[in-house]
């Protein structure tokens, strides 16, 4: 088929993303290309009664007419879809939606493409940004909880010396229990052997503090409440009975805080001076990024309030579709339906990255911003330190779940963006706000 043949096309405007071409290719310029498909295939055709390529074509009409039609329109109308967005200079951002299809002998061939465009705004002021502060800061305090959480995991228990010890806040009860809803067992409430600490707060309100003054071997039923958020709607809100058995009561030691702890703790330091001074450099590190990702956090707010625009429909559906398939990923949620709550996030997180995709499009275009493989491979080489994996297997999980690295690239150009909105804000010791 020839390129550039005359053709008509009307373009409607439901919306101002959304376009409907309406396209009429002339009656003279596609029934020489419909015969031509008829032609063709008669040559291959084999009937009952007819050598090969000898059945008349009036037979090829009436038996392989819709056949020959959907042949040529495969691979037709796909060439002069392209020929009607070009002549009409739109840019869709994805595929078109084909309707109305029609082509009927000696009639022109018709068809309407629904396609989706970028939103046409203009980009607000994204400079001089006011932020909250940007200082990272580690406290000894924080450095002590660190210690506190190696002590414990260096913790010995032992059983009391005194049977008769009753049960205090700070220790460590084995027990059996078994939890009853109106008198019956439910299911998820029953432990065998179990070690808690008492005061720890890891179990539901009220259960911890009804182990206070058992004594080893003693049995007792312990009346507690569950939150109302959780997880499990029939428990949510609800009192429950648990019938407990004690087994023992347990004392926790806690090691010393000095240089053979520091070199217990399996740190590679040698005093506890150096223990806590990497610990500091650990913190420190991790506060920063916090303190940068609330940064980028804030400035993308800021910026996103500033601009106000029609979202294409098509975009939004597609990427919620992925964040929904990304949540479904979580082995947690694949037994269960998404909630509305579910449904909200995704929702609001979809016309959010959507949104901030096409404004920072333009942000990289006035500002010439680009990502150089030099800075692509840094990117690659962090992400797959952090993942504790080579930056070949990380490579090939890209590969294997997106397709390629585009993902990472485009994820590792946002970071750039923001970061270059963050060195162009101006941050204070004050909350976000309007510029300055």
Known sequence: MEQHQKISVNVEEPSKTKRVLKVEVPAETIQPELQK?????????QFPGFRKGKVPLTMIRKRLGREVQSDLLQRVVPLYYEQAVRESALEPVDMPILRNVSLEEGEPLRFDATVYIKPDFELQEYRNILLGSGAAEVSEEMVDKVIEDMRERLSQLSSYEDADHPVETG?????????????????????????MEIGGGRMIPGFEDGFIGMKKGE???IEATFPEQYHAPDLAGRTVIFKVVLHDVKQKSLPDVDDEFARDVGEEFETLAG?????????????????????RGDVMDEILKRHSFELPEIMVQRHKSYL????????????????????KWLDEQADRDVAWSLISEKIVEAEGITLSAEEFEAGLEKQAHEGSMTKEVLKDIYMNEAGSLEPLRLSLLNEKILDFLIENATVTTEGSGDEA
């Not at 450099?281 to 940064?295: A, C, F, G, S, Y």
Request: no cysteine; proline share 3%.
């Open 37 to 45: 498909t008829y032609q063709a295939f008669q040559k291959k055709a």
């Open 171 to 195: 220790d460590v009860v084995e027990t059996d229990f078994e939890g009853f809803l109106d008198g019956e067992a439910f299911e998820g409430g029953q432990a065998s052997r179990h070690l």
């Open 219 to 221: 049995s007792r039923e």
């Open 275 to 295: 223990l806590r001074a990497g610990i500091r450099e650990r913190i420190e590190k991790n506060e920063t990024q916090r303190v940068r990702d609330k940064l």
């Open 324 to 343: 929904s398939d990304r949540m479904q990923q979580n082995p947690a949620r694949q037994e269960s339906a998404l909630s509305p709550a579910d449904q």
